[in-house]
């Protein structure tokens, strides 16, 4: 994904306005409020996840609980992975943010800040 479009959905979400930003087909992120707290959700549909993804999701969450502090995962009401993290307090920690929810969900492939 190239960095003018994480850049557009940065402001996009920082301002206030509705952010939604697609991966890749069956992978989004977008900003969803939660209580008081604007943050970032991470969706990966139903039909998008592999076998055994989301346990290992949770899986990794746990055992690594200090590298993905702030990730809390569910799954919505048509059955897609969520991961959602709270707006990091600073615009630079964004990408760093993004990475690590992507990195959780298995997807890092999809991340801009990943060499290929």
């Known amino acids: 994904m190239p960095d ?28 969803m409020q939660a209580g008081a707290c604007q943050g970032l959700a991470l969706h990966v549909t139903r039909e998008t996840l592999r076998p055994l993804q989301l346990q290992q999701v949770l899986e990794r969450r746990f055992e690594q609980a200090v590298a993905f502090d702030g990730c809390f995962i569910y799954i919505d009401a048509q059955d ?6 709270a707006l990091p307090p600073q615009r ?7 990475s690590r929810m992507l990195s959780l ?3 890092a492939t999809l991340d801009a800040r990943t060499p290929r």
């Open 80 to 85: 897609a992975l969520v991961i959602w993290h």
């Open 105 to 107: 969900a298995s997807l």
């Open 4 to 31: 003018d479009q994480r850049q557009v959905f940065l402001d996009s979400l920082v301002g206030g306005s509705a952010a939604h930003l697609t991966l890749a087909p069956g992978v989004t992120v977008s900003g």
């Open 92 to 98: 630079t920690l964004f990408d760093r943010t993004l």
